[in-house]
Structure formats: structure tokens, C-alpha cells
């Protein structure tokens, strides 16, 4: 995105938030071209709006010139001063008329600049649950593909396709920095295309109200040069590496053996489980439940002990561990990266 | 009669806000204590824990754990054997006839440490509450349980009547017990 | 419709003032007692009430958004959990649209059509009584239930999956479908009132081109309810019947529609934005021309506003849908048609300034809270044309962007109209004036408080915060405009407090206003404040759009009723010409046990659908009691 006119609402903004640091879920802080393509639009109509509701504001305040302390008779009727008014209505009327079919003209245009289709887009499947994120970066070679969750990587200027299937109730996909938000409807197909021209981490959050923990559904979309994509690629397409210590090999024991598995993927290893995010890289992700803990041994530990308190109502039950049990999972567990 | 009706409306509205309770974390004292199951030797009937009354039994009669109890049934392949209720490689669920007891706590048992003749155990795969949530929920599918807290259908392809329309076997007189 | 025969002795021009007021009084008034006040079906009692319940739920309403803003003041707060948070945002919603907005604007109608078009009582008057009962116990089981744990947390627009069977479990999902079909009911048999009312018993002479512009509002609210109501009804109902008895109109698997959901319930939820918006531009009218001291600018371009508005209202239902992946080219269009309606906005806009500035304004509360309404409408205009485009509306749809704009809209277009409304007329419905001096205090703190707490959250949607989240990372930098937020809603509440206070206050204690203390030109301000029994002793006779102004003297009566029986006027639907002579029913209390019966029902087909069955029979039995003939002149008619 080169030179943007105003930036009045983004300038607003930051001194609303008493300048703090770089939002990273910002439709005023785009990342890409559709996002900026919007602010642009956002600008416009926020200028346009602006000065029109300025002007009749002033109109308003002007009509008090004349107001009177108490109730008076009722004016006159005379025909004759009304022409004035008459025409300044009129005046503004057809003002209103112009700029409402500009605006609408302009949304028109915009609109079918956000619809690009691109051959060589990079195709992602994603299945938004209750309440977590699960992206299958698609192949033709079925070998290739693999699937994460509540984190993507994309390759900095190419497009990415995103198809959109929600499997239970609707969700909305959101990543403000990129673009728009687009639904994930049970039944039906949608689909979005995304760039990010540059490099950084946007935030992404769920944006239809879907339940109990609508709140805490986010994802991350990391926007990475191409070599560097390639590399995160290749290193989640392997499986899940041998625990190196004694202790995360306990981990994974009890992994396999309790409940964990019949939820929870873990390539190479017997689990298998599709109810939850695949874990095979989850310690290769920033954030773990959707965007609710920054990824640390001790977040792994404290989620898998006691889930219900920190996320409630969330589908991932309570399995009792002893602690000898949870540090030897949490070992594990931050060992998968 | 002023006062009967009111203890009356009070009672509905307890029972009512059992029953629309969301209860979504239990102590884990109470968690171990729910897997205390004095089950006969045979391994059917028998006395509930303690603790599932003191809870005021919600895996039977709370909506919200009913409901997690019917995800269950789906996402742990439950239709595999039993089907929706109607049986297939396992025996079906609706007749109004068990095998093992229509009390919760056989139920229970049976998910938990399975039985013969192919029943799985589930006990590594779910659990302790996640087992009462099915329990609760699969001894709705039979005859002898209200069904006005569970929910009556999925959001899928449906194989028979709404769950909410009596099982085809209610008129089958329930076995003696 | 009958002409009783002509009985010379009984006719209303044979006697005097006083004896007329008697006889008049001894027909029309209810009586003392619990019982008469549970049977009566004066319209300006059922309208009090009616205003004062729907104030009720207002201030409930607004307590569970303070309960909101404390949840939200700081990130990952725990002032209440997830599942009650939800329960609190979706009442606050459903409260608000289904038990305050609507109703109150019909309760204000209800109260003042008949007085405005001149006629003694409101047309269907025991189907008035019977909304008023329906409305109460939908409230009572919308909040009872939130009160026993039970609300419904599925969002006031209720999507389909998350309130169908498989994703709601429980009963809350079907006491939000029913409370809809509780206040649909209700709001459905006001306008069909309303719009008898307006079109049959205006007084004589009062053609359409004389009908005060509150009325002609109304009048096209009317049609609206008629028209969106409907398609609620249909959609709660396939709602409750996919959740009970395991339908499928929603489910995608068995050929149902997710999306099907969404367009009946925004063909009504659209309609509905101007079913509670334009009732208050026909306030802002009234408003206007009294405190301008001059007829108003543009009669027939304010009519034709509103009746383009009603008519635009309905083609517009999409825009809440421009992210649902429906075709672009159809977006576009519902883009066009939703700016459009900015067009006939604009010209009422400009009428009233045009008003303004021609008259003499006088800086009554009532006209301050016009002042208000100007400044955040108009903004809220702005955000609406902004909403309206397709892809603006990607980036800010279902954020606190357009939590901004709609309060904008319903607050600063409809309820600031209200308070103003509530302040002009509470000497009409009380016979006391309420403080100006607190007025003040109310406009400036609910005006600067209201300002503040929703202009930042324009700022927040776009900075990326979504809408209905229980709480939010501390990590997102929204929390010290939350702070801000809910600090400025405590100044927005103290506001309503004070209003509420001067309101009760001045019940008892506020100074005797005299009929008609700010000189106003409509027929409401032709009889005593407050209003007799039976409204007008003689039906006015009207030869302008405002009779008080140009018939300062004395008004024209029309004389010929018979005093001895309930009787209103007919006249014609353009020009209000005489027709007949109608007998109005008396009280009843057949609505209060046809209300009982018909609410049993409804909660109890919650549980069974038997309940369809066996309590249609008390229904069928209530609604005999009702129509039964009685043998009195009234009924005989």
C-alpha cells in the first residue's frame, strides 16, 4: 500500500489509547492491501460524514439566533417567507442525493476491488469450532497437507485462499489488519482471500457471537518472507519429535495412555483423537486455547490441570493428573516444536 | 392456598434453576468422588457415590449436562454400535429394555469398565464427569427418563423420530426389575 | 354499525355543561376498586400503565448494562461469568427492543392518538386492554426467567445453530421465541387499533392533510408492525418447533436453511429500527412546532418522509447480512436501498431545521432534548451510511462500531425524543408540570453522559473489538477506553435516575400546569389536563392542521351523541366527514382472563406441545365470556 490520504480516524485512535504500542488487530493498522484499500474507504466516509454532520450542526446551533425566554403567540402565517427556507431545503435535499450516490458508487467500486481470484493462491481449509480454530493447508499431494491450529503462517505478497466451514454454529473470520470479516456458516461454503504485504503478526478473533467462550477465539496469522514459510512448512509437516529427556517421555506415556489422546492429534504417536487442536507442533505456537495463555511450560501445565477455570465452558474436560503427571505432560507437551 | 401456591412456584423455580444450571467445573474432590460406584457383584445395579445426590444428581436431570452428555454420544462414536438409539451391533437403547439395569449408575459401569460381548471401556478415553454427562444422557434415550430438560435433536441427518416424541418401545411394559 | 333511533330527551345538545359532564362521567369513568381497575378500557388509563411498565423495563434494561460495563471496565474482569454475562447482554437486548421500545411508543400512542384525532376512546378498546396484559406477562416470563437462571443467552437476534436444539440446551432459547410471541401479540393488536383509531374516528373535519404528524407517524408505524411483525412470528415459531418437536427448518443436513433464520428475522428486526424510530420523529414534529412557535415547514415533504422511510424500511434487511457470503451484485444493491433511506431522513431533518429557523425557538426541556436528538442522530445518520456500505461494513460489522451506531440511532434518534416527549406531556397525563430546572440537569447529563460513553466505542470497533465478548485480553489495549467507558455510563445513568426522580416527584409535588401550558396547537390540549373520563365533552370540530393556534377563542363542537351510552363518531377515512354513530364497548374483564389463559398456554407449550391442545380450551372458554352478548346498549350496537 503506498500514500493514503487522511488518517484522521487511525491518529484518533492512538490518542484514545493514550498511544500504546503497535495494535495488532486493527482495521485502522492495516498489513495488507485489502485492509488498507479499506481504511482508505473508511477515511473517506469518515471525512465526508464528518464535514456534513459539522454543517448541520452549525445550521442547528444557528436556529437558536433567534430563540425567546418564554412562550409567545404563535407566529404569523405568510406565505411569502417561506420561499427561502423552501429553497434551502430543496438545496440540501438534492446536496443529500449527490452524496449518497457517490458514497454508494465509491462502496461499489471498492467492493469489486476486494474480490480477487488468484490461480497461484495458497488454499487453506479452515473449520472454526467452539471455541478454537483448527487451518488445513491444502495439497495436491495429499502428503503435504497438514493441519494446525489457532496459528497460520503466510508467505508475505501472495494470496491466500481461505475456504470457511463451520462444523457447528456460525462463526465469523476476522483478521482487521488484513481484511474484512467473512461468516462460517454451518451448510454452507464461504471462502476469503487474503494478503499480507507485510511482515508481522496480525490477530484474528472470532466475530459472531458463538456461545460461551465467543470471547476467547482468536488465532494468530503470521506474515513471513517466503523462504522463511517455506522452512515453518516443511518443519510442521513432520511429525512430532522424540521427547529428548526422561521426563517428557513419562509425558508422553501418559499421554498416550489417559484421555488426552482420544481428543488431541499427535503425529508419530498413537494419538490420534480429532475432537481437539492437533498438538503435533503446539509448542511451535505462541499462544495455546485460542489466543488465552502465551505458550510457556507453565501455561501448558495450569491448562491442562485445570481448563474449566481458565477458559469456562470449554470442551476440553478436567482429566485428573497427579502432579508428578502434569510436569512430566508439560515437559512433554513443550517439547513438541 | 395463597401459601400452598407459592411453595409450589417456589419449588418450580428451584427445580428450574437446577435444571438450566451450567455447572461447567466441579471441585476435584468432587470428581474423585464420583467415580465411587458400589456396584453389585455382578456388576449391575447398586448404590450410586455419595456425592452425585448431594450435587443434586445433575448428569439426569440439568439440561446443559444432558446436552454435553448427547456431544458425547456423537463425538465418541456411540452411533457406531448403538446406532441413534435403535441398536445395531450393539443392543439398542430405546426399547426400554437394558440389559445390564436402567439405573444411571449400571449405565455408568457399563461405559466405564464396558462388558461382554463388545462393549469397550471408555475409561481412558473419558472422563469420570465426561462418563456421567453419557450416562445421563443415553439413559434419557430409554423409557423411563423425562425427557423435557434434553435436547431434542442434532443438527444432522436424522435416522428416526425426534427425540422428544416417545421411544417406539414405550409400549413395552418395562421388565421387572 | 347502526343509528339508534332518535331519542330527542338523551341527546347531548339538549343539556348544559354541567349536566352533560355529569352524565358523560357516570357512562365513561371506571370505577374505584380492584376490579373495575383490572376490567377498565379507557385508553388513557391502559396507556398510563402501559408508559409506566414499559419505564419499568427501561430501568431494568439499563441496570443490566451497568452490570455490563462493570464486567467490561477492565480486561479479563470476573465480576460475573461467561454464561451469566451472556444471559445479561441478550436480556439487555431483547428488553430493550421487545419490552421497552416498541411497547412504549405504542403506550404513548396509545395515550394520545384518540385525544390528538379528537374521539373518546381508542378503537378495539378491550383488544387494548388485552395487548396491555399480553405485554405484562411477557415481561413477567422473560425476566422471571432470567431471575430462576433460565434467561436466554443466545443473543437478542437468537442465530440459528447456537439457539437451536443441539447448541442451546435447556429452555432458554424457547422463553426468548415465546417472549416474542407475548410482546408480537401485543404489539400486533395496538396497531390494528391504532390504525382503526386513526383511519375511523378522527373528529370531524380533520382531513389527511390536518392530521397532526405524531398521528400520521404513528399511523405508518402501525402498518410496519403489521407488515415485519409477522415474519418474528414465523421465524420463533419455526424456532420452537425445530427445538421441541424436532423440526427442521433450520437444520442444513435435512435440507433446512441456517440463512433462512437470519432473513425473516432482520425482514422484521430492520422494520423494526423505524417502528421505534419513527413514532419519535413524529415526536420531534410536535416538538418542534410548538416550541418554534410556528406551524411546521414542509407538512406534506415530512409525511411523505415518513410514509417513503415505512416503505424503504423493508428493502434493507440485508445490510445485517454482508458477511454471510450472500452474492456481491445483491449486496450492492441492499448498499443503494440502504443509503437511500438517508434520503428521506435528511428531508425531515432539514424541515424541523428550517422550522427552527424561521420560528422563534423557546429553550423548553422539551425542545433541549430536540437539540439532543439532533446532534447524536445526525451523527448516528453518518454511522448508518457508513454501516450501509459493503465493504466499510466488513471491517466494523459485529463490533463495537456498530454497538456505537445503533445507540446512536435508538438513543439519541428515539429515546432522547421520548424523554423530551415524556417532559411535554406529563402535564397532559398527570395535570403537573415536571421541574425545568431538573429537566436541565437530566438533558445535559444524560446528553454529555450518553456522548461519552458511546462516541469511544466508535474508536473501539475499529481498533478490533468485537461485540458480545464476555471480557477481553489485557493484552489488546482496549482497557483504559473501557475504563473511560464505564465511567461515562455512570454519568449516563445518574441521568435516568434524576429523571426517574423528577418523574416521581413530580407526581405529587410538581406545579399544576393549567390545560394547556405551553400553548400548544393540537386537539390533545383541547380538553382539561388531565382528561376527563370520556375526553371531550363535545367532539371538536377542526378546520386547520392546528385548531388551537387558529380557532384561538373558541373551537367548533359537533353535537348529536348520545350521552347516556358509550358513543364515538365515525367519519370518513380522507376527509373525516360525520358517518355514523358507534357504540364503544364497556369494561371488561374478559381480556384479563383471556390474557391469563392464552400466557398459560403459551409458557406451557414450552414443556408439551399438549399444552396446544389442552389450554386452547380455557382460551376458547375466556374468549366466549368475552363476545357473549350481554344485553346492554353498547353490545347491542
Redesign the interface.
Known sequence: MTARPLRLPALAAVLACGGCGTPWQSALHPGGAQAGGLLDLITIFTAVCGIVWLLVMIVTLLTLRRRRAGIEAPLPRDEGTERRPRRAVQAAVATTVVIIAGLTLLSFFVTRGLTADDPQALVVRVRAYQWWWEFTYQDPRPDQAFTVANEIHVPVGRPVRFLLEAPDVIHSFWVPSLAGKQDLIPGRSNEITLVADQPGVYRGQCAQFCGLQHAHMAFLVIAEPPDRFAAWQVAQRQPAPEPATDEASVGRRIFLARQCAACHTIQGTTASGTLGPDLTHVASRRYIAAGLLPTTRGSLAAWTADPQTLKPGNNMPMVPLGSDELSAVSAYLTSLR | MTRRLLILAGLLALAACKREQREVRLDPPALDALDQVALMPNGIGGAPPDVLPALGRPYETNAYQLSQGKRLYGWFNCTGCHANGGGNVGPALMEGWWRYGPDVQSIFASIRDGRPHGMPAFKDKLTTEQIWQLAGYVQTIGTYAAKTAAPTRNDEMQSRPSESRGPAGADIAPPSR | MSVAPEEPEVLDRRLDAAALDRRLDAVWQTPRGLWAALATVDHKIIGRRYIATAFVFLALGGLLAVAMRLQLARPEARVM???RY?QVFTMHGANMMFLFAVPVMEAMAVYLVPLMVGTRNIAFPRLNAFSYWMYVAGGIVLWG?FV???GPDI?WFA?V??S????A????ADIWAQMITFTEVSALAVAVELVVTIFKQRAPGMSLDRIPLFVWSMLVTSFLIIIAMPAIMVASTSLIL?????T?F?????GG???LWQHLFWFFGHPEVYIIFLPAVGMVSTLVVT?S???V??YL?LVLAVISTGILAFGLWVHHMF???LP?LG??FF??SS??I??PS??Q???W??T?????????VPLLFV?AF??TF??GG??G??V????????????YFVVAHFHYVLVGGAVFPLMGAVYYWFPKITGRLMSERVGRWVAGLVFVGFNLTFF?MH?LG???M????????AE???G??NLFISLSALVLASGFLLFFWDAFRSLRHGIPAGDNP??A?TLEWATSSPPPSYNFARLPVVSSA?PL?DERDALSVATGLRPDRREVLVSSVADARPEARESSPRNSIWPLWTAIATSIMLVWSI??PWAVVWGSIPIATALIGWFWPKGVPEDDA
Open positions: 461469568s461467561a454464561d451472556n426467567a430462576f437462571d433460565m443473543g442465530y445453530p447456537l437451536g436444539p443441539q447448541y440446551p435447556g429452555k432458554r425445530d427445538r421441541l418437536i424436532g427442521h433450520f437444520n442444513p443436513a435435512e436453511d441456517v440463512l416550541f412557535r410556528r406551524p415547514f414542509g415533504g458477511v454471510t457470503g456481491r449486496e450492492s448498499t443503494g443509503m437511500a438517508a434520503i435528511g428531508v431533518i432539514f424541515c431545521l428550517a427552527l429557523w424561521s420560528g422563534r425557538p423557546v429553550l423548553k437539540y439532533l446532534f445526525v451523527m453518518m454511522t451510511v457508513m450501509a456500505s459493503v465493504p466499510f461494513d466488513t471491517q466494523v460489522h459485529d463490533t469511544p474508536l475499529l481498533a478490533g468485537p461485540r458480545r465478548v464476555y471480557t477481553y485480553p489488546m489495549q482496549w483504559s477506553v405551553w400553548d396547537p392546528y393556534w414443556f408439551t
